[in-house]
């Protein structure tokens, strides 16, 4: 069995997909507090981690429950709720869609939302995904194709900036 | 059930996502470590220094300083086996280490003859343990035989036990087993190489 790794690996090896599954799932505002639990707490349960355990399923778990926590304080109601606020953070450089995709993904309802960052950003299979959102994997698996489609929808089909190439 | 990653244009979709600061992630880092360490989570925290003797890794315990390494002991493997032998809850954390690299430096920079820090000796026992606790009488500037220390340490015959102790010694320069010599004069090894001991008792000589 291989032996488990310094803490300090698991954060720079997962670090980005936890910040990136943060963000689809809060939003630009809250990812960061999202991360911020999501690491102390798995550092203080990670010596009772079985060895060989999946350590990107686990992480993508204890980012779920933080993110319902995060939700629930700050909007006191049951979680997660519809529609992210709108907010243009700055995040990411202009023009590189960053700001574009968080608002889009950030108004899917909560479920697709999930089922995208789990499955798409952090690359849970959709059996996962299942346990995760409560539900089947076929569930799932249509929650994320919805989401997608959504996505899709709203950032290419619906966005007046989107031209179309010219064939010269 | 690979399919699902066989979308490439679902990744294009989300591919604005991919881009995660590096300086966020920095800051994300720091602030986990200053909130472990407040909530006594953070077991180990390392960092390196530079010094004379190349780049040295130190790593404390909340108790204290628990080990430095040298360059070719691999610093890498070398927390490793901290992970399997004390605790994997390890962080880069300077902080913690903050007195440490500034007594080394006083002591490199020839400002300071003895350390003032609390030292965690979890990584050694018995025998070798009693070597590394006499080890620290030995006066700067001065030196003493493996046959010296092991009568010191209540052992007159475990000469070869003196340089075990010695070799496998996790708190070197902060405990000075470079102040361990043959009989004959000569250096004897040293786990940072020969000339890291030349350096050292050159340094402690002028």
């Known amino acids: ?168 | 059930m690979t399919i699902d990653h066989n979308e490439p244009d679902v990744s294009e979709l989300l591919a604005p996502f991919d881009s995660v600061e590096p300086a966020v992630l920095q800051r994300l880092h720091d602030r986990l470590a200053a909130a472990a360490a407040e909530q006594h989570t953070l077991d180990i925290a390392y960092r390196t220094v530079d010094s004379p003797i190349g780049k040295l890794l130190l790593a404390a315990t909340e108790r204290g300083m628990v080990r430095v390494a040298f360059e070719v002991e691999d610093h890498d493997a070398v927390l490793q086996l901290l992970a399997e032998k004390l605790s994997p809850r390890i962080l880069f954390s300077a902080g913690r280490l903050d007195p440490a690299a500034r007594e080394l430096d006083e002591y490199f920079a020839g400002m300071r003859h003895n350390f003032d820090l609390p030292l965690d000796f979890s990584l050694s026992r018995g025998f070798r343990l009693s070597v590394l606790e006499h080890l620290p009488h030995i006066a700067y500037g001065h030196t003493e035989s493996y046959a010296q220390v092991a009568l010191a340490a209540g052992s007159p015959r475990a000469v070869r036990a003196v340089g075990t102790a010695c070799a496998t010694n996790p708190l070197p320069v902060i405990v000075p087993c470079h102040r361990v010599v043959k009989s004959d004069g000569s250096f004897g090894n040293y786990l940072g190489g020969t000339e890291a001991k030349r350096t050292l008792l050159a340094l402690e000589a002028a």
């Open chain 1, 1 to 168: 069995m291989e032996p488990k790794k310094p803490f300090e690996l698991i954060v720079r090896e997962h670090g980005p997909t936890v910040l990136r599954v943060c963000r689809a799932v809060l939003g630009p505002h809250d990812a960061e507090d999202g991360w911020s639990e999501t690491f102390l707490s798995a550092l203080r349960a990670y010596p009772e981690l079985p060895a060989g355990a999946n350590v990107q399923a686990w992480l993508v778990t204890i980012a779920h429950r933080k993110s319902i926590d995060i939700v629930r304080t700050r909007n006191r109601q049951p979680v997660p709720v519809d529609v992210l606020p709108v907010s243009h953070s700055g995040l990411g450089i202009p023009g590189d869609g960053h700001a574009e995709v968080l608002d889009a993904v950030g108004q899917l309802p909560p479920k697709q939302r999930q089922a995208v960052a789990y499955h798409y950003l952090a690359g849970l299979p959709y059996k996962d995904v299942a346990v995760l959102l409560g539900g089947t994997p076929d569930a799932a698996r249509r929650a994320g194709a919805d989401g997608v489609k959504a996505l899709r929808t709203i950032l290419v089909d619906g966005s007046v900036s989107y031209v179309k190439e010219e064939t010269p």
